[in-house]
Every structure is written in C-alpha cells, then in structure tokens.
C-alpha cells in the first residue's frame, strides 16, 4: 500500500496539488490493489478506474476531501464504497476519488454501533456509522434482547450502502424498507458540510439521502430503529405449482394483518425453483443462508464474474402476465437462468 504522500503526473490532472500536500492527501492511495479494487464492483459489467482511493480515519477527512473537490472551478468526481455490491458502477468513480467507507470500522474503537433506548416508551434504536455490516448491527443488538425491524436478504452490506438504495427484503411489506425505519442520518453534503438531518429537522436533505445512491451526501451515521428480538419464531415454506394461488396467498397475508398485530407476519417471500432445482434443498439457518451460497460461489471460483441483477415493481394488475410472459416462457421453458428469482410482495403505503 503506497499513500501519496507527494503530487504525482498520473494525478495532478484531476486531483489538485493542493489537495496532496494537506492531512487528507496522505491517505490518498493509488497504488494498483487499492485502484483496482476500487474500480469494480459485485456486477463485474463496468470497471471505472479512480485516480486514487481514501482510506479516511475520520468523518472529517471525507468532509475536507469533498470541501476540496466543491471549492474547485472543475470538481472532480466522488464516491463513497461500502462492501461494493453494486452492479452497475454507483461506487465507482472514473478519474476521481474513492472513498472507502469501511475504512472508518478500525478507527471507531467500539464506537461504531451504540444501543439505546427507552422500555417504558419502547422507543429504541442504535447509532450505526455507515461503513458498519448489517450482520454486525443485528449481533451488537441481539445482545441487548434488540433487532432492526426491516432487513435486506444478504446482511454483509454496509448500513450506507443499502440506506442509499432502499434495503428491500421480506419485511417491507409490513414495515417498509430499511429506509423507512431510520430516525435519523449524518451527513456529509456535497459542499462538504457536515449535517445531522431527520423528518424533522434538514428534512430536504433526509429524503434526498434516503434512497438517493449518493447523490446528495455521504451518509456516516444512521439511527435506525429498533424492536425487540423474538426468542422464537416459526418458518414456514410452501410449494406452489400454481403461480395463480401462490401470488393469491401472498396478496392475502400482506393484508390481513396490521404492523402492530402480533399475529402478523413478520417475514414474506417466494422464489421460483427451477428445472433443476431440489425443492428440499433449503438452508436451516435463515438470515446467514445467502452468505451460504456466497461462500460456496467464491470456493468454485465464480463469484468474480458478471452478475447482471434486475429489479422489477410489477403491479398487482400485470403480476399474472409477467408469470405467462416471463417465467413460464422464457426462464422456464428455456432454463437459463442460473441466479436467484425472488418475489417480495409490498404494501404501496410503506
């Protein structure tokens, strides 16, 4: 790992010299592993090479990298990297600067997840910086009886990558996604500033965040709410063969239920099994069970290839054509798909 301590040729084009020589410079990296690292993501479909990667010890470096970049006639580009899950490119940055969030988790000194709350209110939550792992917030508060009350599938994500995309999983449709159960963010804006915002307070800036794939800020902290943990649950998996009685069912259990009825559910999803499919190969373990697959990718060797993923919101009008079009004539009839296909049924009012 080689920081730039100096200006450089390969650099001063896009990064000013300036910029080098003041405390933030001297965690600038550009030696090949960090540049390539940085320059791909989980898709492997587009590959942005930055000019140099940051690897901040504190909030304040990212402000004064940004503040630099804003203050220029010419600022040059930006972008925040959690675990690099993306598919497209979000975290990358052609000829810039790329922040490497996790960088921050060694320099916090068990800071990084604090649980709070109030049990006669039952109002809880926990401050969570954003280059934190899901799978680290849900073990920091199970120890206190405590769990976010939305989820993603996959939990080795940073909380400000998915809070920058929605965090969309089997609980949305009861208490909507991941980005709708934060009570509070800071930030740090694209002038540089550093801003604490809420629904109440800089509340342009919260939504704006929110599910704004870092276009308006850096999110390095987040309160997120709180509930407590279940000691027991039942899992429940049913086969369908009729797709017309399997979004039927679905459509029924996101309904009957409110959010504070103890009855409910509180996780739903389906999933298409195809051709060659085990209908009995289901993994024990629920919330670890995609870092499962994962690992198993990563020992064959196929996990550093391209993952074209796509998300789709079909209403409940065009669910039964998307079935007759898409599933039973092309995935299929075909087989071909050698990814997942997950259903997640929702609620428009979460």
């Known amino acids: 790992m080689n920081p730039i301590c100096c ?3 390969r650099i001063s084009s896009v990064i000013p010299p300036i910029l080098l020589t003041k405390d933030v410079g001297y965690k600038l990296r550009d030696d090949p592993e960090a540049l390539k690292l940085a320059s791909t993501d ?31 006639s010419v600022p040059f580009q930006i972008a925040a990297r959690g675990q690099g899950h993306s598919v497209r490119g979000q975290a990358m940055a052609q000829n810039g ?13 068990g800071t990084g997840i604090l649980v709070s709350g109030d049990p006669s209110s039952g109002y809880y939550y926990a401050d969570v910086g954003g280059e934190q792992l899901w799978v680290d917030v849900l073990h920091a508060t199970l120890e206190h009886g405590l769990a ?11 909380v400000g990558g998915t809070l920058s995309n929605a965090g969309i999983g089997g609980q949305t449709f009861r208490y909507g996604p991941q980005i709708s159960n934060v009570y ?6 694209g002038k540089g500033e550093f801003v604490t915002c809420s629904v109440d307070k800089n509340s342009e800036l ?29 899992w429940v998996r049913m086969l369908y063969s009729d797709f017309s ?26 999933s298409l099994l195809m051709n060659q499919g085990d209908p009995n190969n289901w993994r024990s373990s629920f919330f670890p069970r995609v870092r499962g697959g994962e690992l198993k990718l990563q020992s064959q060797g196929l996990w550093e290839v391209p993952h074209p993923w796509l998300n789709l919101f079909i209403p409940k009008s065009q669910v039964s054509d998307f079935n007759d079009g898409v599933f039973r004539e092309i995935l299929l009839k075909r087989n071909i798909t050698t990814g997942p296909v997950l259903l997640y049924p929702m609620n428009r009012n979460k």
């Not at 600067?97 to 000194?109: E, P």
């Not at 976010?148 to 940073?158: E, F, N, Q, R």
């Not at 509070?184 to 804006?189: F, G, I, R, S, T």
């Not at 399997?246 to 509180?266: H, M, P, V, Y």
Request: hydrophobic share 40%.
């Open 7 to 9: 200006p450089c040729p």
């Open 42 to 72: 989980y898709g492997h479909i587009v590959r942005e090479i930055p000019s140099a990667v940051l690897d901040p010890s504190s909030t304040s470096e990212i402000v004064g990298l940004i503040k630099s970049s804003y203050n220029l």
């Open 97 to 109: 600067v790329v922040v490497s969030m996790t960088a921050l988790k060694h320099h916090r000194k």
């Open 148 to 158: 976010p009350v939305s989820w993603t599938d996959y939990l080795y994500l940073t």
């Open 184 to 189: 509070e963010l800071d930030v740090v804006n």
């Open 206 to 234: 919260f939504y704006a965040v929110l599910g704004g794939l870092g276009q308006f800020g850096i999110i390095v902290r987040a309160r997120i709410a709180l509930e407590p943990a279940p000691t027991r649950v039942k």
């Open 245 to 270: 009685a399997f979004s039927r069912d679905q459509e029924r259990l996101i309904t009957i239920n409110g959010r504070k009825d103890k009855n409910a559910l509180d996780y739903l999803e389906g």
